[in-house]
């Protein structure tokens, strides 16, 4: 990637590889059975009936090898056989349709979400003015704080790499805390007509006095016109999950509410020592405001919504998009990131790229010093057997093998440096009107991430689950 134009003295940042690692040769546990199973079929064949009985049983050999081979969606087919199966499973139970029942009861405190999302709780805390999510499954209390910050581009070389330090801090004191089990950063863009600005502009210019300031005047206006179809409003939203105990929650006192208090405090300083500045945490109304936008980007306004009736009042999932109220969206996975050094502002194109509807989530979890060390290890010795493996059979060991061995011991040296070990997980939600603008959207935002050096891949039998933890702030995993 070209680093031509990158101010000098800009923070510069490199991702390491998606590992590749398997179980024999790189191959993963399912395509080596895959490939065993083909292999003992076609030999067994041979030996009981010759060549005849290897051209019967062809059919279900080839298959076999075309399951580990043959891929879809960046994917071999066998790997996605889970996700297929959970599908069609989903399919025979009407699990891919969801539909608001009014007349219905439904468990109070609950946010009317679909799939996964539907055990979500919710309360709020009196002492912070803060909604509190609470998932009974993973044991874990959420909430959001509305995060400003001035125009990253716009500032000098030294502010720049003194504003990345900050939030570097920001993510270390989470993860140290030892509390913290997931941090969600969602910037969401919405296109604008830019009315505003030219509402504005309407009211506040004053008739030029000179020939100068005329000049002035009219190159603004051209400005504004050129420029301001492409407009758009962003936000951006910061999810901490921490941990809380299994049963029933209070609003007032209790651990797991101070626990969670002590967590908003600390992300408060360090947001201030970042120069970032924290508008607030968002209550019951804010929160669901928020929600109800992501499955309807027509809704305007929504402040005094309640959480209880914020979710979706339809969704209809397909294999690689949904359909929600007034749209139709696609998450997508950044399943690389750049492997050379890229400035720290390399997501600009794909954050502003115009005229799209689309949510960025960022969710980092942080690792334990024990975890971290053990997944070390354990690529430490997948790639020693991987070489040996190698070694033996006569093949040649390729660059690849030596760039991930050297993230892995990269990623060692921060450790035992003292740094906070984080899993980032990368997903792009775009939301369109029609499929046919969901699709140029898709393409618009794929070019763009190659252009950040990055690279993208359409989650497959699970868009639903995926939508739920991509655009909505509630720091939710996807497995």
Known sequence: MSQTGTPAGASMVRFARLSQRG?????????????GAAAALATIAVFVAGLGGLAVTGPVWAGLLGLAFVRRGGRPIVELLPTAVHYGLRHL???????????RARPAGTMGLPGDG???????????????????HEATLTVVAHVDHAAYLLLSPEEQRRRVTGWSRVLAGLAASGQAVRVQVLERVCPDSGDGILGWWHQSRVEPATDEAAWATDEYQCLLRT?????????????IAVKAPPGR????????????????????????????????WLDTGAL??????????????GQGRSLACAGPVAIDEDWDWIRHDTGYSCVLWVSEWPRTDVPADFLHALIFQPGITRAL??????????????DIRRAKVEHVTDAAQRARIGAIADLADAAELDDVLDRERALLAGHADLKFTGLITLTAASLEQLEDAIAQVERAAIG???????????????FTAAALPLARPIH
């Open 93 to 103: 139970h009407g699990q891919r349709r969801y539909r608001v029942h009014p007349g």
């Open 452 to 466: 950040c050096g990055c690279e993208t891949r359409r989650l497959q039998g699970q868009q639903a689950r995926a």
């Open 288 to 301: 669901a405001a928020t929600i109800r936008a992501a499955y309807d980007p027509t809704a305007r306004g």
């Open 249 to 280: 929650l209070r609003v007032r006192g209790g651990k797991s509410l101070d626990r969670l208090r002590q967590e908003m405090g600390s992300l408060e300083a360090s947001l201030r020592a970042a120069d970032l500045r924290l508008v607030g």
């Open 118 to 136: 539907a055990a979500l709780r919710f309360l709020l805390d009196e002492t912070t003015g803060a909604a509190v999510v609470h998932d009974p």
């Open 23 to 35: 179980l024999l040769l790189g191959l993963s546990a399912s395509r080596v059975a895959c490939i």
């Open 227 to 239: 420029y301001t179809p492409a407009a758009a409003t962003h936000r951006s939203l910061v999810a």
């Open 361 to 374: 989530s960022i969710t980092a979890t942080p690792l334990s010093a024990r975890q971290a060390i053990r």
